[in-house]
C-alpha cells in the first residue's frame, strides 16, 4: 500500500524542533543514534544507509529499525544529507502501526544527493517511487518480488528517470511483467549497464529483449548481464540480433543458463561484436562440455577478452588442456583474469597442464580463481609447478591445501633456497593467496613471502640475504676478478635497501624494508622502533658477506690478485717517478731562462 504524504507530522515541525532533538530520545539503540549522527556529520562509510527491520551484521551503517524508533526524524535527515549517495531500503513500515512512516517517505522524497537506490521490499518500492523527486538518481536496483502492479508502478517511474544501471534479480517476472518493464526502458538511451539475474527469462523473453536493443540502438550499453534465468539455444540465438546492435559492448554474462550448449554459443561467437567484449561470464552451463572445441573454436574472434569464468561447467583435465594451448595461442597477452572454480573433475594432470599458459611468454594473467575444488598435496605442487617461471599472476584464489606439504609447494615456489640462482628466479610476482572458505588462512611461512612480493624492486635481494649467510661465488670464477666491482655494486644496493627503504606493516608501523628478514636482523620491540640501529645491523648482515665473498675470489686465484697488486703498485711507482721528472724538468727550464737574463 502507498502511504500518503498528507499523514503525521508536516516538515516545518521538524525544522523548528531539529536543533533542540536529541538523538538518544529518537531512537531505539545506541547504535542507530550512531548511525543518525553519522548521517547529519557526513560521515557515513562509503556514502550508504541501509534500513532494514533486524541487527544482521553489516560492512556498511545500517538503521535496524522498530517501534521505538522515530521514522519521521530518520526521514528528515535524509532529506537534508547533501553527502549520503546510496540508500538501501530493505524493509517498510506498517503503515497501521507507524504513523510516522509518510514523513519518513517525505524525507526521501525531498533528498536530492542520493544516486544509488536498492529495493529488497516491493512495498518500500512503490511509496518511494510513486514519489520520487531526485534529478540525480543513476542507479537503480530491485531485489523484490514485481508482479503485475509493481511492474506497472516501475515501468512509469522509468519514463522520468536518466538510469547508468538497471539492475534486476529475484523478481518472480512472468513473461507479460518482463515485457511492460523492457518496453519502458526504450527511454533509457544513455544505459550502461542492464542486468536481469536470478529470473525466468525464456525464449519469449530474449526475442522482446532483443526486439528493444534492435530498436533502440543502444550507443552507451556496456554491460549486458542475464545471469540465471532460462535462456537456452533458441533464446541465445534470438538475442543475438539485439547483441550485434550494442556496438560499445564489453561485458556480457550468461551464468547460469544451464540450457545453453556450446552450439549456442557457437552462433554467438560467430558474432562481430564479441571482438570488443572485455569479459565473458559463462558459469555453470553445465552442457558448454558437449562439444568443448566449439568455444575454444572461438577464442580466435575475441580481440580484447581479458576475463573469461568458466565456474562450475564442469570441464576435465582434456579440456582444460585444450583451453589453456587455446588461451595461450589467442588471448594470452590479453587476458587478465580467468575463473575455473566449482569443477571437481580437475585433477593435478589437468592443473598441470596450465602451464602451457602461465609459462607462456606472452601471459598476462594477473587472477586466477581455483576455490571449491579440493586441494590436494597432488594438486598443490602440480599448481606450484605450473607457476614456475610465471612473471605476470598477483592474486591466487584457491581451498586451503589439505595438509602442510601442500602448502609448502607454495613456499618453495615463492622462495627456493636451495642455490642462490634458484632465489633469484623464484616468483617474485604473486602478492595474494586467498583461501576460500571461512576460517581458512595462509600460513606465515607463505604470507610473509606474499607480503615482501609486493616490493618487487628489491625482493630477489632480500630473500637471497635472507636464506643465504655464505655466497657460494665458484660460478662467477669465469670472469675472474673482472667480476669484483659487480660484487660491491650488488652489495651496495643491498645496503640501501636494508637501510632506506620502507614499508608498513600489518599493524601501521613504518619500517625499514630489512625488518621483514627476520632471520637477518635481531627481533626488536615495534614499541622501541626508534631506538633500533638499523645501519649497525645491516652493516652486521653485509660486511662479513661481503668479505667473505671477496675471500673466495683470492683464495681461489692468488696469483691474479697479487699480479693486480704489483701492477698497481709498479703503475704508481712509474706515475710518481713521471711526476718527478716533470717536476725536474720544470725547474730545469727555469734556471736556464734565469741564466738567460
Same mark, same amino acid.
Given at each position: 500500500?502507498?502511504?500518503?504524504?498528507?499523514?503525521?507530522?508536516?516538515?516545518?515541525?521538524?525544522?523548528?524542533?531539529?536543533?533542540?532533538?536529541?538523538?538518544?530520545?529518537? +531512537? @531505539?539503540?545506541?547504535?542507530?543514534?550512531?548511525?543518525?549522527?553519522?548521517?547529519?556529520?557526513?560521515?557515513?562509510?562509503?556514502?550508504?544507509?541501509?534500513?532494514?527491520?533486524?541487527? !544482521?551484521?553489516?560492512?556498511?551503517?545500517?538503521?535496524?529499525?522498530?517501534?521505538?524508533?522515530?521514522?519521521?526524524?530518520?526521514?528528515?535527515?535524509?532529506?537534508?544529507?547533501? =553527502?549520503?549517495?546510496?540508500?538501501?531500503?530493505?524493509?517498510?513500515?506498517?503503515?497501521?502501526?507507524?504513523?510516522?512512516?509518510?514523513?519518513?517517505?517525505?524525507? &526521501?522524497?525531498?533528498?536530492?544527493?542520493?544516486?544509488?537506490?536498492?529495493?529488497?521490499?516491493?512495498?518500500?518500492?512503490?511509496? *518511494?517511487?510513486?514519489?520520487?523527486?531526485?534529478?540525480?538518481?543513476?542507479?537503480? #536496483?530491485?531485489?523484490?518480488?514485481?508482479?503485475?502492479?509493481?511492474?506497472?508502478?516501475?515501468?512509469?517511474?522509468?519514463?522520468?528517470?536518466?538510469?547508468?544501471?538497471?539492475?534486476?534479480? $529475484?523478481?518472480?517476472?512472468?513473461?507479460?511483467?518482463?515485457?511492460?518493464?523492457?518496453?519502458?526502458? &526504450?527511454?533509457?538511451?544513455?544505459?550502461?549497464?542492464?542486468?536481469?539475474?536470478?529470473?525466468?527469462?525464456?525464449?519469449?523473453?530474449?526475442?522482446?529483449? @532483443?526486439?528493444?536493443?534492435?530498436?533502440?540502438?543502444?550507443?552507451?550499453? !556496456?554491460?549486458?548481464?542475464?545471469?540465471?534465468? !532460462?535462456?537456452?539455444?533458441?533464446?541465445?540465438?534470438?538475442?543475438?540480433?539485439?547483441? #550485434?546492435?550494442?556496438?560499445?559492448?564489453?561485458?556480457?554474462?550468461?551464468?547460469?543458463?544451464?540450457?545453453? =550448449?556450446?552450439?549456442?554459443?557457437?552462433?554467438?561467437?560467430?558474432?562481430?561484436?564479441?571482438?570488443?567484449?572485455?569479459?565473458?561470464?559463462?558459469? /555453470?552451463?553445465?552442457?558448454?562440455?558437449?562439444?568443448?572445441?566449439?568455444?575454444?573454436?572461438?577464442?580466435?574472434?575475441?580481440?580484447?577478452?581479458?576475463?573469461? %569464468?568458466?565456474?562450475? =561447467?564442469?570441464?576435465?583435465?582434456?579440456?582444460?588442456?585444450?583451453?589453456?594451448?587455446?588461451?595461450?595461442?589467442?588471448?594470452?597477452?590479453?587476458?587478465?583474469?580467468?575463473?575455473?572454480?566449482?569443477?571437481?573433475?580437475?585433477?593435478?594432470?589437468?592443473?598441470?597442464?596450465?602451464?602451457?599458459?602461465?609459462? #607462456?611468454?606472452?601471459?598476462?594473467?594477473?587472477?586466477?580463481?581455483?576455490?571449491?575444488?579440493?586441494? =590436494?598435496?597432488?594438486?598443490?605442487?602440480?599448481?606450484?609447478?605450473?607457476?614456475?617461471?610465471?612473471?605476470?599472476?598477483?592474486?591466487?584464489?584457491?581451498?586451503?591445501?589439505?595438509? @602442510?606439504?601442500?602448502?609448502?609447494?607454495?613456499?618453495?615456489?615463492?622462495?627456493?633456497?636451495?642455490?642462490?640462482?634458484?632465489? /633469484?628466479?623464484?616468483?617474485?610476482?604473486?602478492?595474494?593467496? $586467498?583461501? $576460500?572458505?571461512?576460517?581458512?588462512?595462509?600460513?606465515?611461512?607463505?604470507?610473509?613471502?606474499?607480503?615482501?612480493?609486493?616490493?618487487?624492486?628489491?625482493?630477489?635481494?632480500?630473500?637471497?640475504?635472507?636464506?643465504?649467510?655464505?655466497?657460494?661465488?665458484? +660460478?662467477?670464477?669465469?670472469?675472474?676478478?673482472?667480476?669484483?666491482?659487480?660484487?660491491?655494486?650488488?652489495?651496495?644496493?643491498?645496503?640501501?635497501?636494508?637501510?632506506?627503504?620502507?614499508?608498513?606493516?600489518?599493524?601501521?608501523?613504518?619500517?625499514?624494508?630489512?625488518?621483514?628478514?627476520?632471520?637477518?636482523? #635481531? %627481533?626488536?620491540?615495534?614499541?622501541?622502533?626508534?631506538?633500533?640501529?638499523?645501519?649497525?645491523?645491516?652493516?652486521?648482515?653485509?660486511?662479513?658477506?661481503?668479505? @667473505?665473498?671477496?675471500?673466495?675470489? *683470492?683464495?681461489?686465484?692468488?696469483?691474479?690478485?697479487?699480479?693486480?697488486?704489483?701492477?698497481?703498485?709498479?703503475?704508481?711507482?712509474?706515475?710518481?717517478?713521471?711526476?718527478?721528472?716533470?717536476?725536474?724538468?720544470?725547474?730545469?727550464?727555469?734556471?736556464?731562462?734565469?741564466?738567460?737574463?
Amino acid at each position: 500500500m502507498v502511504i500518503s504524504l498528507e499523514k503525521g507530522r508536516q516538515s516545518c515541525y521538524y525544522d523548528k524542533h531539529a536543533q533542540d532533538v536529541q538523538l538518544s530520545a529518537i +531512537t @531505539s539503540n545506541s547504535e542507530n543514534a550512531t548511525v543518525i549522527r553519522k548521517l547529519c556529520t557526513n560521515d557515513l562509510k562509503d556514502k550508504q544507509l541501509i534500513i532494514k527491520d533486524d541487527d !544482521r551484521f553489516e560492512l556498511n551503517d545500517f538503521i535496524s529499525i522498530n517501534q521505538d524508533d522515530d521514522l519521521g526524524w530518520l526521514g528528515y535527515f535524509i532529506g537534508k544529507s547533501e =553527502t549520503l549517495q546510496k540508500l538501501t531500503l530493505c524493509c517498510w513500515p506498517d503503515e497501521k502501526e507507524r504513523v510516522d512512516a509518510a514523513a519518513f517517505a517525505t524525507g &526521501i522524497y525531498r533528498n536530492q544527493s542520493i544516486q544509488r537506490l536498492e529495493f529488497y521490499s516491493s512495498v518500500a518500492f512503490q511509496n *518511494v517511487m510513486s514519489c520520487r523527486n531526485n534529478s540525480n538518481l543513476t542507479d537503480l #536496483s530491485l531485489c523484490c518480488n514485481i508482479e503485475g502492479g509493481v511492474a506497472q508502478s516501475l515501468a512509469l517511474a522509468l519514463g522520468g528517470m536518466s538510469l547508468k544501471l538497471f539492475h534486476l534479480e $529475484h523478481n518472480s517476472l512472468d513473461s507479460d511483467s518482463f515485457d511492460t518493464i523492457i518496453k519502458a526502458l &526504450i527511454s533509457q538511451k544513455q544505459l550502461e549497464r542492464l542486468h536481469v539475474m536470478f529470473n525466468a527469462i525464456d525464449p519469449r523473453g530474449c526475442e522482446a529483449l @532483443s526486439d528493444l536493443l534492435v530498436s533502440w540502438r543502444p550507443q552507451n550499453l !556496456r554491460e549486458l548481464v542475464l545471469g540465471h534465468n !532460462r535462456i537456452n539455444d533458441e533464446g541465445l540465438r534470438c538475442l543475438i540480433p539485439g547483441i #550485434s546492435e550494442c556496438c560499445n559492448l564489453r561485458w556480457l554474462g550468461l551464468t547460469g543458463n544451464e540450457l545453453v =550448449t556450446s552450439a549456442g554459443l557457437r552462433s554467438l561467437f560467430e558474432e562481430a561484436v564479441i571482438r570488443n567484449l572485455n569479459g565473458l561470464s559463462l558459469g /555453470h552451463i553445465l552442457n558448454i562440455t558437449e562439444g568443448f572445441d566449439h568455444l575454444v573454436w572461438g577464442l580466435p574472434n575475441f580481440q580484447a577478452l581479458q576475463y573469461l %569464468e568458466l565456474e562450475g =561447467t564442469n570441464i576435465d583435465d582434456e579440456e582444460l588442456q585444450t583451453l589453456s594451448t587455446g588461451i595461450a595461442t589467442y588471448l594470452s597477452s590479453d587476458l587478465r583474469e580467468l575463473n575455473l572454480s566449482d569443477n571437481p573433475y580437475i585433477t593435478a594432470d589437468g592443473l598441470r597442464s596450465l602451464s602451457t599458459l602461465l609459462q #607462456s611468454e606472452s601471459c598476462c594473467l594477473e587472477v586466477l580463481r581455483l576455490h571449491n575444488m579440493d586441494i =590436494t598435496d597432488e594438486k598443490a605442487y602440480a599448481l606450484a609447478d605450473a607457476l614456475v617461471g610465471n612473471t605476470s599472476l598477483e592474486k591466487l584464489v584457491i581451498n586451503e591445501p589439505t595438509s @602442510s606439504s601442500g602448502w609448502s609447494a607454495f613456499s618453495r615456489l615463492l622462495c627456493n633456497t636451495s642455490t642462490i640462482s634458484n632465489t /633469484h628466479c623464484s616468483n617474485h610476482t604473486l602478492t595474494q593467496i $586467498h583461501c $576460500h572458505g571461512y576460517g581458512e588462512e595462509v600460513p606465515r611461512s607463505v604470507e610473509r613471502y606474499l607480503e615482501m612480493n609486493k616490493y618487487q624492486e628489491h625482493v630477489a635481494t632480500t630473500k637471497i640475504l635472507m636464506h643465504h649467510p655464505v655466497f657460494n661465488m665458484e +660460478t662467477f670464477f669465469q670472469w675472474k676478478l673482472k667480476f669484483l666491482p659487480v660484487l660491491f655494486a650488488w652489495f651496495h644496493e643491498a645496503m640501501s635497501v636494508l637501510i632506506l627503504e620502507e614499508l608498513t606493516d600489518g599493524e601501521g608501523y613504518r619500517l625499514p624494508f630489512g625488518y621483514l628478514v627476520g632471520e637477518l636482523l #635481531s %627481533e626488536c620491540d615495534t614499541s622501541k622502533l626508534e631506538s633500533v640501529d638499523y645501519v649497525s645491523q645491516a652493516c652486521d648482515v653485509l660486511l662479513p658477506r661481503m668479505l @667473505s665473498s671477496v675471500y673466495q675470489f *683470492v683464495r681461489a686465484m692468488p696469483l691474479l690478485v697479487v699480479d693486480g697488486y704489483c701492477s698497481q703498485d709498479l703503475t704508481r711507482g712509474s706515475r710518481k717517478r713521471k711526476r718527478i721528472l716533470q717536476q725536474s724538468g720544470k725547474m730545469s727550464n727555469g734556471r736556464k731562462r734565469a741564466c738567460s737574463f
